[in-house]
């Protein structure tokens, strides 16, 4: 063991971190504002064709105002399946059907409705710091037991937990914005 593997460690560790902000920036893109986005749509599944697919491989999706989108099926014939996938998601959406395109009015929140997606988003927000953690937990128990196996120095260890911890703090500080932003749009705070 020497530096190149303590490197290639970090270098996991970023890799990993990375990945988990870029699942709560994907996960908190879910959450309903009151502005039109597609993203609001990512989760939902149709069943179409003997499975279940995602919406945006059956139809084209589009903002024509900011409290709309539509769908246009690419295949008409799942324009009911489609309407009812989005109607049954958790959404709270009422789409209407003219048999050509999907129309998907996206109503004002509510003050109880945002503060509840807030804690919603914050729950989501914990969730994406506790995974950073954890990631920063698998690193040091390797770097203790190189350590331990005199496979690295103590200052080798020293130096490598303190670079895992400011790739730890600088992520959990990327999730605490992604959750303030998404506050901000919710509560206009």
Do not use: C
């Not at 971190?17 to 599944?45: H, N, P």
């Amino acid at each position: 063991m020497d530096a190149s593997d303590v490197n290639g460690l970090k270098a996991e560790v970023k890799k990993r971190m990375d990945g988990q902000i870029e699942f709560v920036r994907k996960e908190l893109a879910g959450v309903r504002t009151g502005r039109a986005s597609t993203d609001m749509l990512t989760g939902v599944v149709v069943e179409a064709y003997g499975s279940k697919m995602p919406l945006n491989q059956l139809a084209s999706l589009s903002i024509p105002e900011p409290a709309l989108i539509v769908a246009q099926p690419f295949d008409p014939s799942t324009m009911a399946a489609i309407e009812r996938a989005v109607r049954l998601s958790d959404l709270g959406l009422n789409p209407a059907s003219d048999g050509k395109v999907l129309r998907i009015p996206i109503p004002s929140l509510t003050e109880e409705r945002r503060k509840e997606l807030s804690r919603h988003v914050h729950k989501m927000a914990e969730e994406g710091r506790n995974h950073v953690r954890v990631v920063r937990r698998e690193a040091n128990d390797k770097l203790k037991k190189l350590l331990k196996e005199h496979k690295i120095s103590e200052d080798d260890e020293k130096r490598a937990l303190d670079d895992v911890q400011k790739v730890t703090d600088a992520h959990i500080k990327m999730i605490d914005d992604l959750q303030h932003k998404k506050d901000q749009e919710l509560l206009g705070k």
